[in-house]
């Protein structure tokens, strides 16, 4: 294909990915309320007492908008993200379309696969960070004094748990980009295997960053699925990584030496 042809298909995708972006905004925005009432569910609301006041005020919010554009921007930003989040499977179908043409048959099946795998797994993580935020609102609330009552922006929650499920999805994938590499023959299990201690201490630093609460369970509730994870894709690589050597054994001729073994494979011996 000419570079012209590359840009019309490339521009044909786009319009096909806009397209179905658009048209999953629109059927969103009919349901805007129902997905922003999803969204502020886990919020501890306060309820207002018989003076006035509210009760527990040390223990809830508020919850409130701010400005006269600022339920119609709440709405118009809850279908988008709603809308990139449901037509994700056409926008990463057509992403891969594109360089499908220029892939080997083992690429493509990898390629497939990485997909197949990618979206249950981002969401998997997004369903984590949902479950986790009723309790990282309480303990973030739990700071205000008794005495005060906190006012809770409905669109700064969206955007904390807009970022809380973007890093838990992205945070699920790493495990499947482990596992691309050990197939792309660009890291072995002995490696990955033996960074295990590195990777365990890495791994529970970022959850107690990337959490905005101060809680353990908040943090673990990151931190342990992704080392499950990460040791399930050791595993995975270390089953490759045999078969992948009988292969190379079996092709070799009477005649030709065996491979010496790796630096890797002889530290892990001793």
Known sequence: MTLVDHLRELRNRLLKAVGAVIVTTV?????YKQLIDFVIAPLPGCTTGEGGGTADSGRCGLIATNGLLSPFTLALKVSLTAGLIGASPIWLYQLWAFLAPGLHRAEKKYTLAFLATGIPLFLTGAAFAYAVLPTTARVLISFTPDQATNILPVDDF???????VVVFGL?????LVLIMLNLAGILSAARMTSWWRHMVIGVTVFAAIATPSSDPLSMLALAGPITVLYLAACAISWVN???RARKETASLSPDEPS?????DESDQGR
């Open 27 to 31: 059927v969103a925005g009919l349901f």
């Open 171 to 175: 945070s699920f994938e790493l495990p």
């Open 158 to 164: 969206l955007d904390l748990a807009t970022r809380m």
């Open 241 to 243: 990584d045999r078969r």
């Open 259 to 263: 491979p010496l073994p790796t630096l």
